[in-house]
């Protein structure tokens, strides 16, 4: 049997010894984001995606070996284990291997095929199944036993029927090639409840719909999932959908292959039939359509929880603002706009209420607010949140932008998912114990418009909207994906020491909750972080930890320019190695391309260091403390365009994307609805996934392909060349809810193909097929 680390390693593609080398860090405490900075001599540069796979199999493959080490332990003490069975077990490769071996061995209740066999009828079921020549009414009347309740011929041939369908229904190798066979041709089957079509009208794509099992896309799954555990759809798996009920379906053929079963009209072949449909209807069928149905929903989940991380990485890694003044607008009607004016730090300088809007309608009173806030604390970026009142609020941002003669600040719509959360967590309230909730909110908008990772990881990833099916998921797995893809984020870009919150550091390698609360007690009570070295004196926070973490923590005008950058501290007195060597100093070597580029590891043999590293350290020589995320710009929303009923058929509009799906990309143009794009609207050419051309984040030119306003639904394109027609016929689909039919899916997909060779001028018809999700996704965002 081949190890852990060998499987992990065919699995990826490298050499077992890099595998077994971050299996001892990850198990000696090492984080994935510091094995894969500071550790790539040791693992032979190994990155963070090849961790989270070895991190994630590792669990897995453990759990293996121990469930596998209970099944031998149990099977050896009921003395069935024989040298033969224990090899497969041992080459079992996987969970569901494992079970089907350990089936026969498996304590289970009482069965009706075990009362038979209790009752003698076993020598009975081998007779006839061993020999189809003997007559099983004759045969049977030998096992009659009133006492035992076989008080008949009828009754004991179908106790023997029970013995030989769980003896199939037990065997490993035939289940193996069932489910084979089932994922290869079977269907996915939905029929709407009996009395139900009312009630579930949202699910109506669904009502009568067949797929094959094999194709069907994880949002799709989960949307059907939901609809059968709301008692709306009954799902099954066909593995014949148009077969006939009198003729053996193929899994059925399957079985008696297996079993080399060749009947041709010998006296127990009727006998031999009955027990193959019996133990593929009543047994086999129903086992694997649960197992497969569990299957089909972890496929979906994994697929549901990968977008969500996707979406959120990009959200997180979308480009800051930097460090300006700025003053966050939290746009309100009746209770008025809340403004939050922080400093480039962060630092909340001043609050106010505003009222420009209906019914008070104080405009120009707010204007003169606003110009006298930006006038007094010069501020740089004016923040609007982009909910309710946000294009009316833009508007007066505007007024108030061209009323300044000097210093005009930059307005920029921002996302305000989450801002509620964030107000009213107990985050916010240790932060600003003092601080009306909804003006908290305003805080939230400046700071995520200056670094939206430093505030965004402040608020549960679950509350920002970016997620597909999030609450049909398990929530521990996404829980735990998300906390992976935060810390990735996070210790990407580096977190400054003397600015970060408590929530930011908790998210850095080596550090928890109770760490972080430490580092931020320690600077209040001491002052700023001199050097990476004084971490050492925060409470709790021990060697291994500070190991951890002090690469990803910066401190700019400290005592050492090293502690602003990305050179771990371990690695200082290497530097001052080169230094020497080079004949140099720090300051002059930092930034400085020409000297770096002096530096050659084959003059250093005296120097005890990789090429990897050394090749990491001069990289962040050259540009310490670079921030990975790119140039910050904003969408320009189009003046004029503010709700839906602003929209019209044609119109090329600018828009930030917002959330990205499997069938395609949601987009925000500033009417507080977001926009769907469908995959095959993204691009002329044929793509399989969204994110091979967008992610969240980005900002892109959209045409309106077709505007339903009394559903709230929008369908635009990204092909801006392609030609919107309007046919009557095309209204009746937006009525989709869910998902297109797959005969529609089938269709645009061809279509897509299509036109990767050829462009081919296409109706609104693809986009407007599926505008109904974004109905779906708005009140998930919300």
Not at 345 to 363: D, E, M, S, V, Y
Not at 651 to 666: D, H, K, Q, T, W
Request: charged residues 25%; hydrophobic residues 40%.
């Amino acid at each position: 049997m081949a190890t852990i680390a060998e499987l992990i390693a065919t699995e990826l593609n490298v050499k077992t010894t890099q595998i077994t080398s971050a299996i001892n860090l990850l198990d000696d405490g090492a984080t994935v984001p510091f094995i894969a900075r500071y550790r790539k001599e040791v693992t032979q540069g190994l990155d963070d995606n090849h961790l989270r796979h070895i991190d994630q199999r590792l669990s897995y493959l453990r759990e293996l070996e121990d469930r596998r080490k209970v099944i031998i332990t149990s099977i050896t003490q009921q003395d069935k284990l024989t040298p033969s069975l224990e090899k497969e077990l041992q080459a079992a490769d996987n969970k569901t291997r494992l079970e089907d071996l350990y089936l026969p061995f498996k304590p289970k209740r009482r069965t009706k095929g075990q009362i038979a066999i209790e009752s003698g009828l076993e020598p009975l079921a081998n007779n006839l199944y061993n020999n189809w020549t003997l007559t099983p009414e004759i045969e049977a009347t030998a096992f009659i036993n009133n006492d035992a309740g076989f008080s008949d011929e009828k009754a004991v041939l179908e106790g023997a029927i029970y013995i030989l369908i769980e003896r199939f229904a037990q065997d490993a190798n035939l289940l193996q090639k069932l489910r084979k066979h089932l994922l290869k041709q079977a269907h996915l089957s939905s029929v709407v409840a009996k009395g139900k079509q009312q009630e579930g009208a949202k699910y109506r794509d669904y009502f009568e719909h067949s797929e094959l099992l094999k194709n069907v896309p994880s949002h799709r799954a989960l949307a059907m999932l939901r609809g059968r555990n709301e008692k709306i759809l009954q799902l099954s798996i066909n593995v014949d959908p148009s077969q006939e009920d009198n003729h053996y379906s193929s899994a059925e053929q399957i079985i008696c292959e297996h079993y080399n079963l060749r009947l041709t009209g010998q006296a127990g072949a009727e006998f031999i039939t009955k027990v193959v449909r019996w133990a593929w209807k009543i047994k086999l069928s129903l086992s694997l359509e649960t197992e497969l149905l569990g299957n089909l929903r972890e496929q979906a989940e994994n697929g549901a929880i990968k977008v969500f991380a996707t979406n959120l990485s990009d959200l997180l890694m979308a480009a800051p603002a930097g460090a300006k003044t700025t003053l966050g607008l939290d746009p309100g009607m009746r209770t008025g706009c809340k403004l939050a004016i922080v400093d480039a730090t962060g630092k909340l300088l001043q609050t106010a209420t505003i009222f420009p809007h209906a019914p008070q309608n104080h405009w120009e009173k707010s204007v003169r607010t606003l110009v006298s806030l930006c006038q007094q604390h010069k501020v740089e970026l004016l923040a609007i949140g982009n909910g309710t009142g946000s294009r009316e609020s833009d508007k007066l941002a505007a007024e108030v932008i061209q009323a300044l003669e000097a210093n005009k600040p930059q307005k920029v719509m921002v996302s305000e998912a989450g801002a509620s959360v964030y107000s009213a967590s107990e985050f916010a309230a240790k932060e600003f114990p003092d601080l009306d909730v909804s003006i908290r909110g305003a805080v939230s908008i400046a700071r995520r418009l200056q670094d939206p990772l430093a505030e965004l990881v402040k608020i549960d990833p679950k509350a920002i909207g970016v997620g597909q099916y999030q609450h049909d998921v398990s929530q521990s797995q996404l829980s735990k994906t998300l906390d992976n893809v935060i810390e990735d984020c996070v210790n990407n870009v580096g977190v400054d020491l003397n600015s970060a919150s408590a929530a930011l550091l908790t998210r850095v390698s080596g550090l928890n909750k109770t760490m972080a609360d430490n580092v931020v007690a320690y600077r209040d009570a001491h002052g700023r972080f001199d050097d990476r070295k004084a971490l050492k004196k925060v409470a709790r926070l021990g060697p291994k930890a500070f190991e951890q973490a002090a690469g990803f923590l910066r401190i700019s005008g400290g005592k050492n320019p090293l502690d602003n950058s990305g050179v771990h501290p371990e690695s200082y007195p290497v530097i001052e190695k080169i230094i020497a060597h080079l004949n140099s100093n720090i300051s002059d070597l930092i930034g400085n391309s020409e000297q770096l580029s002096k530096i050659n590891i084959a003059d250093l043999k005296d120097i005890n260091i990789g090429e990897l590293t050394l090749k990491d350290i001069v990289s962040e020589l050259e540009k310490p403390g670079r921030d990975p995320r790119p140039v910050f710009k904003a969408a320009q929303f189009k003046e004029g365009v503010n709700t839906i009923n602003d929209l019209t058929v044609g119109m090329v509009l600018e828009g930030v994307i917002s959330n990205v799906a499997n069938f395609g990309a949601f987009v925000d143009l500033g009417v507080h609805q977001d926009g769907l794009v469908h995959i095959s609207s993204l691009t002329d050419k044929f793509v399989s996934d969204p994110r091979e051309i967008v992610k969240a984040g980005d900002i892109v030119k959209v045409k309106v392909m077709e505007v339903d306003a009394a559903r709230k639904r929008i369908s635009l394109s990204m092909r801006l060349d392609e030609t919107v027609t309007t046919k009557p016929e095309q209204k009746t689909s937006t009525n989709k809810p869910h998902d297109r039919s797959q005969n529609t899916v089938a269709k645009n997909t061809k279509s897509n193909q299509q036109r990767s060779a050829k462009p081919q001028p296409k109706t609104n018809d693809n986009a407007a097929m599926g505008n109904a999700f974004a109905d779906a996704f708005a009140k998930l965002k919300k």
